[in-house]
């Protein structure tokens, strides 16, 4: 990565359904995601910078366990200018706008951000020693709040499904996706862990293949029957009448329910109304942005054309390898994320509860009682 945080690369197991971060005190380390399926290495990270640079070049990804990573990351530079005898307000506050702007569609990275600086606000007049010790214990709620969080949004939207279902899911949005567990994965340990029969099938989900290599990575290690089909291959299958339920992610729910989640889910979303099968978005609290009013407001992220023209992966000696899949100099288009019109999506399942339409009020509703 290039960033002076990144320590040494090291390799060991990860366990089934757990975090793709692991916070030790004085460092964070997080799975490369890039990676997967062929290789499991771990990278080590010792300050903000480098934690935000991870997250734009997606060795961490899914809206949740970003929020979680800059939640450490400045964690980490409180502890970086205790060591410093630095004031720890000059360290945080660059270090919070770094990680802000690495990544702008997902609203849970401001939201952690946020929710890390008003603790710091709290907390002036302690010891430098003792902010930064503080700060790292937020962080860690953050981390633990959401694998609970997830727990109990599997619960509530296990009870969507039939006792035997075939669930189509676009992207990521299980354990490696969050900080544990998952969210539309989640929705599906629940229900198998709740004696359901659940087979899953996972779109590839060009251009990053999150679905193909990720998802059915997960899955398989779970002991959970899936099947990966390109993107194209969807429409087919709603048609032979093969999908019971779509359980998706998001990345941010604007007030009125609009969704954004990774490019293609709107035309599942389409595809799934028009042949009557229920659409289903799973996320937390954090990932609602009440002051967004539509999804039109929604930034969505423009990212690089390579990932489109290139087709990566490890080749057979282990190694990064690449092929390239479009002509040299053709014009391309990257944008990282769709919007899903509410109108299209069956329910929304947080950790409160499911909401169902009309969105805004269901919203407002959820957003008073926490007040």
């Known amino acids: ?43 080590s990270f010792t300050d903000a910078a480098s934690v935000a640079s991870a997250i734009t070049t997606m060795v961490v990804r899914g809206a ?51 929710r890390m600086m008003r603790a710091f606000d709290g907390l002036e007049s302690l010891e430098p020693a003792a902010i930064a010790e503080r700060l790292a ?8 709040e959401d694998i609970e ?24 949005a299980g354990a490696l996706a969050t900080g544990g567990y998952g969210t539309a994965l989640g929705v599906i340990r ?33 002991g959970i029957d899936v099947t990966v089909i390109t993107d194209s291959m969807a429409g087919h299958f709603f048609s032979k009448g093969t999908f019971d339920a ?42 609602i942005d009440p002051d967004c009013a539509t999804g039109a407001a929604i930034p969505i992220e423009e990212r690089s054309a390579n990932e489109v023209v290139e087709t990566r992966g490890i080749g057979p000696d282990g190694k990064a390898a690449s092929v390239v899949t479009a002509p040299d100099g053709v014009r391309v288009r990257h944008p990282a994320f ?9 329910a929304i399942v947080t950790e409160r509860g499911v909401l169902r339409p009309p969105y805004d009020a269901a919203i407002a509703a959820l957003f008073q009682e926490k007040r």
């Open 1 to 43: 990565m290039g960033a002076a945080g990144a320590l040494v690369v090291y390799r060991f197991q990860m366990d089934e359904n757990s975090s793709p971060l692991r916070w030790l005190g004085d460092r964070l380390e997080m799975l490369d995601q890039r990676l997967l399926p062929r290789r499991i290495d771990w990278i």
């Open 64 to 114: 949740p366990a970003i929020g979680v990573a800059a939640a450490y990351g400045l964690a980490l530079e409180a502890r970086l200018a205790v060591m410093r005898g630095t004031p720890v307000r000059d360290a945080l506050v660059p270090a919070a706008e770094i990680l802000r702007r690495s990544r702008p569609t997902a609203v849970n990275l401001a939201w952690a951000v946020d």
């Open 137 to 144: 214990a937020e962080a860690c709620a953050i981390h633990a």
């Open 149 to 172: 969080g997830n727990k109990r949004m599997g619960a509530f939207g296990a009870g969507l499904l039939p006792a035997s279902s075939t669930v189509l899911t676009h992207c990521n």
């Open 190 to 222: 629940a229900a198998r862990d709740a004696g359901k029969t659940i087979a899953v099938f996972a779109d590839e989900t060009r251009p990053y293949l999150q679905g193909s290599r990720l998802t059915a990575w997960e899955l398989q290690r779970d």
């Open 246 to 287: 779509v359980i998706v992610g998001a990345d941010r729910i604007a007030a009125n329910g609009d969704a954004a989640n990774k490019i293609g889910t709107y035309a599942v979303a389409v595809l799934a109304n028009a042949h009557g099968v229920p659409f289903y978005v799973a996320a937390p609290l954090s990932t």
């Open 338 to 346: 769709d919007v899903t019109p509410a109108r299209l999506i069956t």
